[in-house]
């Protein structure tokens, strides 16, 4: 690493730059949360179907262009993928304000999949090459704060943008945001030394993806961590799609009541229960989340260079006691309930990512961090992003004859058992990550 990519400020702006574009990469992910009672009330769509444009669409290209391109950065520069790939997903973002029904649609947001498929796998490559081992859960830790950022910002500007002009225009105003940021990423953004700071016997030559593939094979903590992270994450990304509509549904009429306190100038004339619950979901995502990746990434920095299983052992507790805040938050009487128990939810459940993504990049060597980050991704999403929001909108639908529009909450509620499972997980993995690690 040269003298101009060492010092403390330029690595700050690393962390800073690769934030913002992360916080991108989630309002452009997740706004269709929020967007989906107007998208669905306008276009006719079911559950079922909103779910398949909110997860699967997304999740089909995402996922599986994920690997191939974070094979490519590991042997090419990781700042121009993650430049093509923030113009690619800004302009499909742009593209799903023009979509006129349920099949343009779903294209866009395979588009958006196409472009966020090079968005994170170098991100994690390039933070482990600007910081080093001891301090990599924490910086791994902010960077994850762009996923409560950006799930925060997308469904607050959903919804003011949609309450103030319409769901197409906030599709193309968070779209055209993000291609403004790309030349700025790419112009202050430098490649820095892969491996640098691993030490002599860091491999830094490039690998093939059977070296990978073998690698990993060998090494039952990546899988039990990745499939973990997996489990929770049909509930995590389920519950960002579908929240939003389930407040709406169940807390419609109390939600302005909630918010008397607010200024005038925040509330438009006419104002909807969709900004108001934009309003509530949002300061629990950001507050909720920032917290928990936070207090993630510190434990790990503080336990897990003295005892190695810590890095399974965190998140496993904090999904353990995700369980009772699940319960009261989803069966509550009232917002007054609601919010605090989602707030401690979220912090919770999202306690596992600096640890987890710290754990990856010390599984295999610098010369696969890319590429076994993306096959973490690829089962993470696949399974979480694909499934979790499917399974939740196929179920809310088939208990809709019976609880009409409390059918959602009956449907998020059966979900408390993937978090459950992944807690196991993580603990039938911590005493095997010693073992397993690399660097």
């Given at each position: 690493m040269?003298?101009?990519?060492?010092?403390?400020?330029?690595?700050?702006?690393?962390?800073?730059?690769?934030?913002?574009?992360?916080?991108?990469?989630?309002?452009?992910?997740?706004?269709?949360?929020?967007?989906?009672?107007?998208?669905?009330?306008?276009?006719?769509?079911?559950?079922?179907?909103?779910?398949?444009?909110?997860?699967?669409?997304?999740?089909?290209?995402?996922?599986?262009?994920?690997?191939?391109?974070?094979?490519?950065?590991?042997?090419?520069?990781?700042?121009?993928?993650?430049?093509?790939a923030?113009?690619?997903?800004?302009?499909?973002?742009?593209?799903?304000?023009f979509a006129?029904?349920?099949?343009?649609?779903?294209?866009?947001?395979?588009?958006?999949?196409?472009?966020?498929?090079?968005?994170?796998?170098?991100?994690?490559?390039?933070?482990?090459?600007?910081?080093?081992?001891?301090?990599?859960?924490?910086?791994?830790s902010?960077?994850?704060?762009?996923?409560?950022?950006?799930?925060?910002?997308?469904?607050?500007?959903?919804?003011?943008?949609?309450?103030?002009?319409?769901?197409?225009?906030?599709?193309?105003?968070?779209?055209?945001?993000?291609?403004?940021?790309?030349?700025?990423?790419?112009?202050?953004?430098?490649?820095?030394?892969r491996?640098?700071?691993d030490?002599?016997?860091?491999?830094?030559?490039?690998?093939?993806?059977?070296?990978?593939?073998?690698t990993?094979?060998?090494?039952?903590?990546?899988w039990?961590?990745?499939?973990?992270?997996?489990?929770?994450?049909?509930?995590?990304?389920?519950?960002?799609?579908w929240?939003?509509?389930?407040?709406?549904?169940s807390?419609?009429?109390?939600?302005?009541?909630?918010?008397?306190?607010?200024?005038?100038?925040?509330?438009?004339?006419?104002?909807?229960?969709?900004?108001?619950?934009?309003?509530?979901?949002?300061?629990?995502?950001?507050?909720?989340?920032?917290?928990?990746?936070w207090?993630?990434?510190?434990?790990?920095?503080?336990?897990?260079?003295?005892?190695?299983?810590?890095?399974?052992?965190?998140?496993?507790?904090?999904?353990?006691?995700?369980?009772?805040?699940?319960?009261?938050?989803?069966?509550?009487?009232?917002?007054?309930?609601?919010?605090?128990?989602?707030?401690?939810?979220?912090?919770?459940?999202?306690?596992?990512?600096?640890?987890?993504?710290?754990?990856?990049?010390?599984?295999?060597?610098?010369?696969?961090?890319?590429?076994?980050?993306?096959?973490?991704?690829?089962?993470?999403?696949?399974?979480?992003?694909?499934?979790?929001?499917?399974?939740?909108?196929?179920?809310?639908?088939?208990?809709?004859?019976?609880?009409?529009?409390?059918?959602?909450?009956y449907?998020?509620?059966?979900?408390?058992?993937?978090?459950?499972?992944?807690?196991?997980l993580?603990?039938?993995?911590?005493?095997?990550?010693?073992?397993?690690?690399?660097?």
């Amino acid at each position: 690493m040269d003298g101009r990519t060492s010092t403390p400020f330029y690595r700050a702006y690393v962390l800073f730059i690769l934030v913002v574009v992360y916080t991108f990469n989630f309002i452009d992910r997740q706004i269709v949360g929020i967007l989906a009672v107007p998208i669905k009330s306008e276009l006719a769509l079911s559950d079922t179907q909103l779910s398949l444009m909110g997860g699967l669409a997304f999740a089909l290209f995402y996922t599986f262009l994920g690997i191939p391109i974070a094979m490519l950065a590991d042997r090419k520069s990781r700042t121009w993928i993650m430049t093509a790939a923030l113009a690619i997903w800004s302009a499909m973002t742009a593209a799903c304000g023009f979509a006129q029904n349920f099949t343009q649609l779903f294209l866009a947001r395979l588009g958006v999949g196409v472009g966020e498929a090079g968005g994170v796998a170098p991100a994690y490559s390039l933070i482990s090459d600007y910081f080093p081992a001891e301090k990599r859960a924490r910086a791994l830790s902010i960077y994850s704060f762009g996923i409560p950022i950006g799930s925060a910002l997308g469904i607050l500007l959903g919804g003011v943008l949609t309450s103030y002009l319409n769901w197409r225009a906030a599709f193309i105003i968070v779209g055209l945001a993000g291609l403004a940021i790309a030349p700025i990423f790419r112009l202050t953004m430098r490649e820095p030394k892969r491996g640098g700071l691993d030490g002599a016997s860091a491999v830094t030559t490039p690998a093939k993806v059977s070296d990978v593939v073998t690698t990993l094979i060998a090494k039952p903590s990546f899988w039990g961590l990745s499939f973990g992270a997996a489990s929770s994450s049909m509930m995590g990304y389920g519950l960002i799609f579908w929240l939003p509509s389930f407040f709406v549904r169940s807390f419609g009429d109390a939600l302005p009541g909630f918010f008397a306190w607010m200024p005038a100038f925040l509330v438009p004339e006419n104002p909807s229960s969709l900004l108001y619950a934009s309003y509530f979901y949002a300061t629990i995502l950001l507050l909720g989340g920032v917290a928990g990746i936070w207090l993630g990434g510190a434990m790990a920095d503080r336990y897990g260079p003295n005892k190695k299983a810590a890095y399974a052992l965190v998140p496993a507790a904090a999904f353990l006691a995700t369980i009772p805040f699940f319960v009261v938050g989803v069966l509550a009487p009232s917002l007054w309930v609601a919010f605090p128990a989602f707030l401690v939810l979220q912090a919770l459940s999202l306690v596992w990512l600096g640890p987890v993504i710290s754990a990856f990049q010390h599984l295999v060597q610098p010369n696969m961090r890319a590429t076994a980050s993306a096959i973490f991704l690829f089962i993470n999403n696949l399974v979480g992003i694909g499934l979790g929001n499917l399974v939740i909108g196929a179920i809310s639908d088939g208990l809709k004859a019976q609880y009409g529009d409390e059918s959602l909450r009956y449907a998020i509620l059966s979900g408390i058992v993937f978090y459950a499972v992944a807690a196991g997980l993580f603990i039938y993995t911590a005493p095997r990550l010693k073992r397993d690690w690399a660097t």
